[in-house]
């Protein structure tokens, strides 16, 4: 059985930061990307952030861009999410993701992704 467990979150005041961990298990992940969703309340799921599974490719929405940064430890099956200079807005809970491979086209896409963690909350308090 494939899980992602998600972990790390909490509340935070605004410009702070916070990293998320997700900690996959049940299967090796070799060649899979990683991704980072988030849902804030009454909105829609949107991608935050995806690493290959080298950690040569990097994808981030712009509204995160400079601010977060994705990182991976294959040996630990891990990848981190690090979230600097938060914002009210980023108040959401966040998702963990695995995709078979890289498409710099489709790589935001959840549809892209067939394996999900249940999500962490971040609260941003202003």
């Known amino acids: 059985q494939v899980q992602l467990v998600e972990s790390g979150g909490g509340l935070v005041q605004a410009g702070g930061s916070l990293r998320l961990s997700c900690a996959a298990s049940?299967?090796?992940?070799?060649?899979?990307?990683l991704g980072w969703f988030r849902q804030a309340s009454g909105k829609e799921r949107e991608f935050v952030s995806a690493?290959?599974?080298?950690?040569?490719?990097?994808a981030y929405a712009d509204s995160v861009k400079g601010r977060f940064t994705m990182s991976r430890d294959n040996a630990k099956n891990t990848v981190y999410l690090q979230m600097n200079s938060l914002r009210p807005e980023d108040t959401a809970v966040y998702y963990c993701?695995?995709?078979?491979?890289?498409?710099?086209?489709?790589?935001?896409?959840?549809?892209?992704?067939?394996?999900w963690g249940q999500g962490t909350q971040v609260t941003v308090s202003s």
């Open positions: 993701a695995a995709s078979p491979g890289w498409s710099a086209s489709a790589i935001r896409t959840m549809s892209r992704y067939n394996y």
């Open positions: 049940g299967r090796t992940f070799s060649g899979y990307v």
């Open positions: 690493i290959s599974w080298s950690g040569s490719n990097t």
